[in-house]
């Protein structure tokens, strides 16, 4: 077995698995991952992550060309800005239309710097800051635009109404990020009147220098 039919089944695999769990439903939400030779396998438009055939997956060369499977996501704003601005650090997008991560997106009160409080360890390590992005269009260019203006600064966005994207430096990695992030946003949601104690500064301060965390303003 080649190694892009083994990351073509990988991604069909755990796109299945955030289908089954409801993570995301019907023809929401959509995954991609760069390829040794620079390519980047994508999930077509209109697809179910429960039932996503590998073979149809649409492929890119290393030039941004789609050169086979069915047409991709109109979502791709999202993910090439995600892939021009991060660089090396980023192996794999992953947007859903989570549930608890977009009731989170429509609270008055968020900070557009950083949606979630440290409410835990793991949701600092994972995803770093998460931003606030104003609503778009799906599919509307322009909101590329807004990721590629904080990408170099954050693996995780919060895009308003709509849902959560996640890069990380490879599929598995960003599928955790998400699971994370939704994690996060249930926690929000749940302690959001309870005036929860969060991390302090100096936690957040250990765990960013432990596991060398990108945490810039």
Known sequence: ???ETERREELCRLARSLFDRGLTNG???NISLRLPDGGLLVTP??????ALDPARLSRFDASGRHIEGDRPTKEMPLHEAFYAKRGGRTGAVVHLH?????AVSMLPDIDPNCVFAPLTAYSVMRLG???LLPYFRPGDPEMGHAVRGLAAKR????LANHGPVVAAKDL???IYAMEELEEVAKLTLLTRTLAPRILDDAQVKDLVAHFDIEWED
């Open 172 to 174: 598995e990695a960003a």
């Open 45 to 50: 438009t209109g697809s179910s992550l429960g």
């Open 155 to 158: 693996s995780a966005v919060l």
């Open 1 to 3: 077995m080649s190694e």
């Open 98 to 102: 989570s549930t608890h991560s977009v």
């Open 27 to 29: 023809s929401s939400g």
């Open 129 to 131: 800051k998460v931003a």
